[in-house]
């Protein structure tokens, strides 16, 4: 182990172990080139030395770090110092509150370590978790220069819809199909979140998946994202519900197959970055310190730094992870870029998140109706803050009236949308609401001999 004040650092240097803060954070990978980017980062977080060492049990020897028994970690549980993984990733930073996903992540990392922290200090570790992040988010800005940020659409070999080999399916195999894959997206995060190796390709049986069933069933695929119920505040649930509204929405725009799969990695993978922003900032329901809304403007950019342990993730997938919170206008964040600095792919993402998240339930909020919340977007992609071309798309793939909404119609009857219909975005299929289940009748108000019937408002169900 080597201490080395961060003043004598110097442009070009590479060292062939990690670079640590002083208090067991790892800050740069081996091998790393520093720029004058990443020594001017340093110079602005609160780490006077860095420390070179083959990893964190290293600085354990050293007295850097002291191991702590994941068996005494609780849910609610709050402690002195930052956690640390195995990897050097900190899991907790001193005096939050242990979530379920720190539970996954150590488990994964197989142990933790506590590092003290000087009380006097406390924003130590999240300012220099933000110096790794803006200096990755540097380089990737390199590696992304001169690459097509464009998707061409209505082109030859997009993913064309086909007669479908099985029926739709049932609530209970909805319910379990999902299940299945989030469970998935449990473990890839956890591993992620831990800073361990985690191959991009354990997302291929989902996004296989999700590929044959939005070909053969276009106009039932979103009641994977919507007709069930699913936790307001969990972030691989929440990726899970935009990916299947991005691939339903790139469906729309005619992409290819290739593109469809990079836009569902980038899905499924896009939003890790909030597990650095502990649940009372995510839930918004207090007040917010400066510190704790620069984190959310931010989270993009940890997102970045996290997918760092994700083997071979495509420069793209990592852009569109960077840009998925930009605008078209230039009124996003983390950058503020807009137009055509931004890729198609976080274009996507920035329409399907905005619908997906109002209709989530906040601490300052309740959940939005969905029929409101596309109102909203389509309000927004006319003021030219969403791309139209993907609010339209997405509408066209869930309806005015989304898939899963309550509504009453010109009979007095309530009803429940079942399915869209691209050609006719406030004509639906839907099923009156004389029983629970999604078999029986249902009514398509496209079909001429519903002519009659129409919807007249979105209820709350």
């Known amino acids: 182990m080597q201490r080395i004040r961060v003043s004598h650092l110097r442009p070009g240097q590479r060292y062939d172990t990690p670079i640590f803060s002083a208090w067991g954070q790892k800050l740069l990978s081996a091998g790393v080139e520093l720029t004058e980017r990443h020594i001017t980062a340093l110079r602005r977080s609160s780490t006077s030395q860095i420390i070179l060492a083959r990893d964190v049990a290293e600085l354990e020897r050293e007295g850097v770090v002291r191991p702590l028994e994941t068996g005494r970690l609780r849910r609610g549980d709050r402690f002195k110092g930052n956690l640390v993984t195995r990897a050097g990733q900190v899991l907790l930073e001193a005096g939050e509150e242990i979530e379920p996903h720190h539970l996954d992540a150590a488990r994964a990392s ?9 009380p006097a200090e406390p924003s130590h570790t999240a300012r220099d978790r933000l110096v790794t992040a803006e200096a990755i988010q540097a380089e990737l800005e390199k590696k992304t220069q001169g690459l097509d940020l464009r998707v061409a659409s209505h082109g030859p070999g997009y993913w064309k819809p086909v007669s479908p080999e099985k029926p739709w399916l049932a609530v209970d195999e909805l319910e379990a199909f999902r299940a299945a894959h989030v469970a998935t997206i449990r473990r890839l995060y956890a591993r992620v979140e831990a800073g361990l190796s985690a191959p991009i390709e354990c997302l291929d049986p989902i ?26 505040d969990y972030v691989p649930d929440h990726v899970y519900t935009v990916t299947v509204l991005a691939m339903a929405t790139a469906m729309g725009l005619q992409w290819s197959r290739g593109r469809l799969e990079e836009l569902a ?17 995510r839930e918004g329901g207090g007040e917010l310190s400066e510190d704790d809304r620069e984190r959310i403007r931010k989270h993009p950019l940890f997102s970045v730094h996290l997918l760092e342990s994700v083997r071979v993730t495509p420069p793209l997938i990592l852009l569109a992870a960077s840009q998925h919170h930009e605008r078209e206008d230039g009124s996003g964040y983390p950058r503020g870029d807009g137009g055509q600095r931004l890729c198609d792919h976080a274009r996507v993402l920035a329409a399907v998140d905005t619908f997906a998240a109002a209709t989530q339930r906040r601490g300052y909020r309740e959940a939005k109706l969905p029929h409101t919340a596309m109102k909203e977007l389509l309000q927004a992609a ?20 989304p898939i899963g909404s309550h509504v009453e119609l010109s009979d007095g009857r309530a009803a429940r949308v079942l399915a869209a219909n691209p050609a006719a975005c406030d004509r639906p299929v839907v099923k009156p609401l004389n029983d629970q289940s999604i078999r029986g009748d249902t009514i398509d108000l496209a079909d001429r001999k519903h002519q009659h019937l129409r919807i007249v408002s979105a209820v709350a169900a």
């Open 265 to 281: 990695q980038a899905a499924l993978l896009y939003d890790v970055g909030m597990l650095n922003v502990p649940a009372r900032i």
């Open 110 to 118: 197989g142990g933790v370590y506590e590092v003290e922290v000087q």
């Open 207 to 232: 996004i296989h998946d999700l590929l044959d069933l939005v070909r053969q069933h276009p106009n039932h695929f979103s009641q994977l994202a919507l007709l069930l119920r699913h936790p307001d």
């Open 382 to 401: 006319k003021e030219g803050a969403i791309w139209k071309d993907a609010a339209r798309a997405l509408v066209q793939a869930v309806g005015l009236f």
